[in-house]
Each structure stands twice: as structure tokens, then as C-alpha cells.
């Protein structure tokens, strides 16, 4: 797509300045059903994004066409939707940061690998979880997806940007049965080529997880020492970090208003976003244009800053901390890739001193049982009992709840574990003094 030809009809058709971007996604998406292949897609998505400057006000418009011809459309709803501001623009469009940071995260070894081999490894995977225990009875949805995508972004100040990444991923799920009753347990795992998966391993430990699920016990309801998995408290995470968002604060909806440079959480916990990092989350401008920056969030419990776009940056007097996202033609902002710190035990010795306690493995319904703005949350939750300092039975379905402010404050330790390098947050299993479990 020649951008070229977008400024010059920008400047035909009278806009002061402007911008365009466009994304282009291609993914691959195998999956088998008793062992060979049920469904096989390669889906295209394109999107481009316009905006700029008319008569001082500013005007966007997306669009799904990837074609030269229809940049004058573009510019037109740029200029309609500008007159139909009642304000001026105060930020304008971005010129551009003084330096970037490049780096190549795009992997080759992935996108020259055959598809032979990553169907190859979707019927092993397969294999390992039906023959893992006779109380599997079927392994669910083997799935592989690989994603490519192309980011560019320019400007008309001469600004010219463009990154590239792709990445992969195996999923599995296993159905075990006994006695009736039925388990079920899936899992993901990221991929970038030939050798980086164990693949018998991870279709053996699905398993494993699912048949572990039997034989579950009653848990009397009260406040137990609790154990969070690392994929869920990334979760929890996630929707903390939300609170730590300049829209939300300046809109009185943030559980963090009025908190910065104040010790909000445990002195154990420091979060970190880090989208300079190299790997599938890398991200090295926003959809501002604004050069990104790894940053610390919080330091051992302290909350060192909000994040930013150019507007609500401008609000609060403050610099951009690259995290614009541009969300249906309006610049909203994002959470890139973020890392807890890990503690120095691993799991075994975290939990050795806990006589009995819960470990919370999976959780429903988080999405709607949180409220984001005062953290209260209560979800249907499924785990371990530990007792003497060891995991022990699984347990019927409980209640996890609490508030999420308070849950962060109570964090007592933190082991050694990673998530998935595709994860959003990184995160280790962390241990919570008490929490409120609904059980019998």
C-alpha cells in the first residue's frame, strides 16, 4: 500500500496534518478430532486506520479495504467527522519520538517450518494424552495456531514506522471418566519451531491434570491460607494494572486515584511493563506513534505512575508513556507486556509451611464476578486442598472471594515460576495470607 499517495490527497482535500496505519493478520488454524484432521482455515484480516487534522479539529476513520483507491474516502470521513467536533484539537498529531528501539522478533524457523510438521505434532500430541491413562477417553479440540502480522504506521511529518511479528501456539484438552463422573482440563503452549515443545510431555501433563480432578473432597467454608496459579493471578493482575490506566483515573473510576508515589500493594510485589522485551509481545511504538519504554509500575508495593496516552498525558501535565491504542478510531490506552517479579523459592518449599490451605488452580467467570471499581470480586473456583505443607485432594467446587486492593496488600510470598511467553502478564504463583473460600 503506497502511503504516499494518502498524504497527497490529505493535502488536496485541505487536512493540516495527518496519519495512517494498517494491520495486516494472517492465521493458520489446524484441528483434530479423533486423532486426524477436523477443520483446516488460513483467515485474513486487514484494517486500516486514518486520521488528522481539519479546520483544527481533529477527525479518524477505519476501514477493512486494503486498496490505493480508497484513500479519498478515507480523507473525506476524516474531514466529516472533524466538523462534527465541537473542539479543537489540543494534542494534534504526533511528529514522532527522537529514537526507536528496532528489533527482530520476527521468527524464521517458524514461518519456514512445513505444515507436515505441525500437523505431525498435533497427532503425537494426541497420542500421548489417549495414551496416558485408560481413564482418558478422548483428547479434545488439538488445535495449532500460528498468527503473522505486519504493522505500519506513518505520518505526514515524514514519520515511518513498521513492525513484524508472528508467533504460535498448540492447544489440548483431555476428557477422563470414572465412575460416572467426568473431568476436563485444557492447556496451551507457545511454539516457535522445530524442537522448542516437548510435546509428550505436554499432552501427558493435560492429562495428568485432568484425571488428577477425581475423587474430590468437601471443603468447609472460611478464610485459608491461599495459593493463586500463576495464569490466574496474572488475571488478577491484568485487572489491576486497568486501576493504573490515566483514562480511568481522570474519569474518578479507579480504585488508584490520588495513590501515586504511595505504597498501594505488598512490599513483596513489583510490576514491571516491559514492551522492549524481545519475543511475541514486543512492542516498540504505540498506535500514537509515541516510542514505547520499559517502565516500573510498582516498586516493592508502590505505585510509581499512571499510564499514558498524548491526551490524558496532556491532562495530568505529564509526558505520553507510549501506551496509546487506537480502539474503533478513537486513541484509548493499553497494557503491554508486564512481569511480577519472582520470588527465590520454588513452589514445593512456598507452600511448606501452610498446614492447610487452598490452592486455586481454575476460575470462572471472572470477567463479570470482578467489579473494576472497587475490586470486590466472588467467583466459582476449582483447586487442591494443601495440607502439611503438601498438595492434597482436589476440591468440590468452591467460591473464591474478596477484594483484589486487599488481596495485593495480603500477598505473603512469591515462588520461581514463569508463565507462557504468549501470556500478557508474566507471573509466578503467589501466596495469600488468607482468603474468603465458599465451600460446604
Same mark, same amino acid.
Request: proline share 3%; hydrophobic share 35%.
Given at each position: 500500500m503506497n502511503f504516499s499517495k494518502f498524504f497527497q490527497e490529505a493535502e488536496k482535500q485541505g487536512l493540516e496534518q495527518a496519519q495512517i496505519s494498517y494491520y495486516l493478520n494472517k492465521e493458520t488454524r489446524i484441528k483434530l478430532f479423533e !486423532?486426524? &484432521?477436523?477443520?483446516?482455515?488460513?483467515?485474513?484480516?486487514?484494517?486500516?486506520?486514518?486520521?488528522g487534522i481539519y479546520q483544527g479539529k481533529y477527525g479518524s476513520t477505519v476501514a477493512d479495504k486494503p486498496k490505493d483507491d480508497i484513500f479519498p474516502?478515507?480523507?473525506?470521513?476524516?474531514?466529516?467527522?472533524?466538523?462534527?467536533?465541537?473542539?479543537?484539537?489540543?494534542? !494534534? &498529531?504526533?511528529?514522532?519520538?527522537?529514537?526507536?528501539?528496532?528489533?527482530?522478533?520476527?521468527?524464521?524457523?517458524?514461518?519456514?517450518?512445513?505444515?507436515?510438521?505441525?500437523?505431525?505434532?498435533?497427532?503425537?500430541?494426541?497420542?500421548?494424552?489417549?495414551?496416558?491413562?485408560e481413564r482418558i477417553k478422548k483428547a479434545y479440540g488439538p488445535t495449532y495456531t500460528e498468527s503473522e502480522t505486519t504493522y505500519r504506521f506513518a505520518n505526514s511529518f515524514g514519520l515511518?514506522?513498521?513492525?513484524?511479528?508472528?508467533?504460535?501456539?498448540?492447544?489440548?484438552?483431555?476428557?477422563?471418566?470414572?465412575? !460416572?463422573?467426568?473431568?476436563?482440563f485444557s492447556d496451551f503452549v507457545s511454539y516457535t519451531g522445530k524442537g522448542s515443545v516437548d510435546f509428550k510431555a505436554f499432552g501427558e501433563e493435560v492429562a495428568k491434570k485432568a484425571v488428577s480432578k477425581f475423587t474430590p473432597l468437601g471443603l468447609k467454608s472460611g478464610k485459608y491460607p491461599t495459593v493463586i496459579n500463576k495464569d490466574i493471578m496474572g488475571d488478577f493482575?491484568?485487572?489491576?494494572?486497568?486501576?493504573?490506566?490515566?483514562?480511568?483515573?481522570?474519569?474518578?473510576?479507579?480504585?488508584?486515584?490520588?495513590?501515586?508515589?504511595?505504597?498501594?500493594?505488598?512490599?513483596?510485589?513489583?510490576?514491571?511493563?516491559?514492551?522492549l522485551e524481545k519475543g511475541p509481545c514486543f512492542v516498540n511504538f504505540d498506535d500514537e506513534g509515541v516510542a514505547t519504554k520499559n517502565k516500573t509500575i510498582i516498586d516493592k508495593g508502590v505505585l510509581k505512575t499512571y499510564l499514558y496516552n498524548r491526551s490524558t498525558a496532556l491532562k495530568d501535565r505529564v509526558e505520553s508513556t507510549g501506551n496509546g491504542s487506537s480502539e474503533g478510531g478513537k486513541i484509548k490506552t493499553a497494557v503491554f507486556f508486564t512481569r511480577v517479579k519472582k520470588g527465590?523459592?520454588?513452589?514445593?518449599?512456598?507452600?511448606?509451611?501452610?498446614?492447610?490451605?487452598?490452592?486455586?488452580?481454575? &476460575?470462572?467467570?471472572?470477567?463479570?464476578?470482578?467489579?473494576?471499581?472497587?475490586?470486590?470480586?466472588?467467583?466459582?473456583?476449582?483447586?487442591?486442598?494443601?495440607?502439611?505443607?503438601?498438595?492434597?485432594?482436589?476440591?468440590?467446587? &468452591?467460591?473464591?472471594?474478596?477484594?483484589?486492593?486487599?488481596?495485593?496488600?495480603?500477598?505473603?510470598?512469591?515462588?520461581?515460576?514463569?508463565?507462557?511467553?504468549?501470556?500478557?502478564?508474566?507471573?509466578p504463583n503467589v501466596y495469600i495470607k488468607k482468603m474468603s473460600i465458599g465451600g460446604e
Open positions: !486423532g486426524e &484432521i477436523d477443520s483446516f482455515d488460513v483467515m485474513e484480516n486487514f484494517t486500516i486506520r486514518a486520521s474516502e478515507l480523507v473525506a470521513n476524516i474531514k466529516r467527522n472533524a466538523s462534527l467536533s465541537e473542539e479543537k484539537s489540543e494534542v !494534534g &498529531i504526533f511528529p514522532g519520538s527522537p529514537k526507536y528501539v528496532n528489533k527482530n522478533v520476527f521468527c524464521k524457523d517458524l514461518a519456514e517450518e512445513s505444515l507436515s510438521e505441525k500437523i505431525a505434532n498435533l497427532k503425537v500430541l494426541n497420542q500421548c494424552i489417549v495414551g496416558f491413562d515511518n514506522l513498521k513492525r513484524k511479528y508472528n508467533f504460535a501456539y498448540y492447544t489440548a484438552g483431555a476428557i477422563a471418566e470414572e465412575n !460416572g463422573e467426568t473431568k476436563t493482575i491484568s485487572y489491576f494494572l486497568s486501576s493504573t490506566i490515566a483514562d480511568e483515573v481522570q474519569r474518578h473510576s479507579s480504585f488508584l486515584e490520588g495513590k501515586l508515589n504511595e505504597r498501594v500493594v505488598s512490599r513483596k510485589l513489583t510490576i514491571k511493563e516491559l514492551p527465590k523459592k520454588g513452589f514445593a518449599e512456598m507452600i511448606a509451611p501452610i498446614q492447610e490451605g487452598v490452592y486455586i488452580t481454575e &476460575i470462572a467467570g471472572l470477567g463479570t464476578g470482578m467489579n473494576a471499581k472497587s475490586g470486590n470480586f466472588s467467583c466459582q473456583a476449582e483447586g487442591y486442598l494443601i495440607k502439611d505443607g503438601r498438595l492434597d485432594k482436589p476440591l468440590n467446587l &468452591i467460591t473464591l472471594s474478596g477484594n483484589l486492593l486487599s488481596m495485593l496488600k495480603d500477598v505473603k510470598d512469591l515462588d520461581n515460576a514463569s508463565c507462557d511467553p504468549l501470556s500478557s502478564v508474566d507471573c
